[in-house]
Every structure is written in structure tokens, then in C-alpha cells.
């Protein structure tokens, strides 16, 4: 099973962009789905989580401006990202955790700029 991601792409300052993520297949057992990011040269660090009770997690650089959803059940997250800074700019990743097993999914990474 993997997780397929769409969305991203080039945006201007203050923009708008939309990512979804879906898996391939049913994984079970899973607790979380999720968005992380990486910018060059920095390491992967999480953008927000959205648990199965349905709390949300935003990291404080995107509260206000993202809003993650989706059904963790169904194995679908998406991430609307408003008021995009170039400081978004970065390559994102979908994830899916199972804690039962440790096992973590990713998806394969979607470019995402933000130009000035």
C-alpha cells in the first residue's frame, strides 16, 4: 500500500494551495494521518497532524493559515494552505502512522513555491 499525493505547484505570496493524499489501499490500524515538510537544506519537520478522534495538530508556523482534513479511517488527508509565505516554500510529504505496528507510510512528496 502507498500513499499518493497531488496538489502543490508554484503560487505567489498570500496565495492559496490545496494537497490531497490518499492511499492506495486500506492500511489498518491507523491512528494518524498527517503533512510534513522539507525545505532545502533543513531537516523534515511536521506541518500538522489530524488524529482519528479528530484533533487536529498545526505546527505554530502554519496556525491560522493551514487547515488539514480528511477521514483517517478512509485513509485520506488534505491540507489547504492559505496566505502562503515564501517560508512555505518546501517539498511536502503525506504520512499515515499505526502505532500498533510502528509502521509509518509516505507519501512520495509534492513540490510546493511560494514566490515573492
Known amino acids: 500500500v502507498q500513499l499518493q499525493a497531488s496538489g502543490g505547484g508554484l503560487v505567489q505570496a498570500g496565495g492559496s494551495l490545496r494537497l490531497s493524499c490518499a492511499a492506495s489501499g486500506t492500511i489498518f490500524g491507523v491512528d494518524r494521518m498527517g503533512w510534513f515538510r522539507q525545505a532545502p537544506g533543513k531537516q523534515r519537520e511536521l506541518v500538522a497532524w489530524l488524529i482519528s478522534d479528530g484533533t487536529t495538530i498545526y505546527a505554530d508556523s502554519v496556525k491560522g493559515r493551514f487547515t488539514i482534513s480528511g477521514g483517517v479511517a478512509k485513509n485520506t488527508v488534505d491540507l489547504q494552505m492559505s496566505g502562503l509565505k515564501p517560508d512555505d516554500t518546501a517539498v511536502y510529504y503525506c504520512?499515515?502512522?499505526?502505532?500498533?505496528?510502528?509502521?509509518?507510510?509516505w507519501g512520495q512528496g509534492t513540490q510546493v513555491t511560494v514566490s515573492s
Open positions: 504520512n499515515a502512522w499505526v502505532p500498533d505496528t510502528g509502521s509509518r507510510y
